[in-house]
């Protein structure tokens, strides 16, 4: 909840040209003598990553978002590494209530913390919309939009083009929103059948 507040402050507030022109280049590619390194990015840290498997809105054997992990893993830090590499090891919390849900939907325990759990797959899918709708869209979707084709390739901090980066994002939002519409698989009838079986009526 406080993240997605503090995206709409973000949101809000920032100003699109000065992030664009000032604040985006210092995430860029940089070169040191022979090597170029990867620029700076917030996605690198694991953190939602790993929020994204042990709540099995994304799953790493998922083609594209086990192509994902791969490039980032890289550039994380090794205590990033390893935490990451333990949340593909464990079982997610979607499958663990699924299951639960077979023998114990009637029970008040299952139906509390089931809906808690619904909960939080929800305000976890409101920050990667927000990142996706709003801040993407409005502070680097649109001012390249006002790029000569030949700046375009310079526009991301690393790995894809734009309009690829662009599709990979709408593909995540879909996933951590368990979108019934999306183009890939999502946790949307697993979701639904929960909150049924518990009760959640938002």
Not at 31 to 52: E, H, L
Not at 64 to 79: F, G, H, R, T, V
Not at 159 to 169: N, T
Request: hydrophobic content about 35%.
């Amino acid at each position: 909840e406080t993240v997605a507040t503090n995206n709409k402050i973000l949101f809000d507030a920032l100003d699109i040209e000065r992030f664009f022109f000032c604040v985006r280049p210092y995430y860029k590619p940089y070169r040191v003598g022979q090597n170029v390194y990867r620029g700076a990015n917030a996605g690198d840290f694991a953190g939602i990553n790993q929020i994204d498997l042990l709540l099995g809105l994304c799953r790493g054997n998922d083609p594209s978002y086990a192509e994902l992990l791969e490039e980032k893993i890289l550039y994380m830090m090794p205590s990033d590494q390893k935490g990451l590499r333990d949340c593909l090891r464990m079982t997610p919390l979607l499958d663990e209530f699924t299951d639960a849900a077979k023998n114990h939907a009637g029970e008040e325990w299952f139906k509390s913390h089931a809906r808690t759990f619904i909960d939080v797959c929800i305000a976890h899918g409101r920050t990667a919309a927000q990142h996706h709708n709003m801040l993407f869209s409005k502070f680097i979707e649109k001012p390249s939009a006002t790029l000569e084709e030949k700046y375009l390739k310079q526009v991301t901090a690393s790995g894809p083009a734009l309009s690829e980066l662009a599709k990979s994002l709408q593909r995540l939002r879909d996933m951590r929103t368990a979108n019934p519409d999306a183009d890939c698989e999502t946790a949307h009838d697993e979701i639904e059948a929960l909150k049924k079986a518990s009760g959640w009526t938002g």
